[in-house]
């Protein structure tokens, strides 16, 4: 379970079919994640976007890249409000 306090990362997909299959993918090889409103201060054509703790990104990363599910973008979140673009 993620707490407030850990360092997460916000994965924006393409389309909610994307979403949809990278969490179903993310789940099955263990990485804990939520989905989540993507957050307003980033665009997207989905609604959704995937929250998962910055010390899974290694996992997160070979699961979608072995799926062919790469995000369109990747987030971290800092004060304010405001995020930083950052690669998976």
Known sequence: MTRATDPVLILIFRGTHQVLSAEKRLKGGGV???LIPVPRHLTSDCGLA?????????????ILSGA????VSAHLPREGGEYDAVSL
């Not at 995937?50 to 070979?62: F, G, H, S």
């Not at 062919?68 to 995000?71: A, H, S, T």
């Open 32 to 34: 804990t994640l939520r």
């Open 50 to 62: 995937i929250r998962i703790r910055l010390d899974q990104r290694d996992r997160a990363r070979e």
């Open 68 to 71: 062919r599910l790469l995000p």
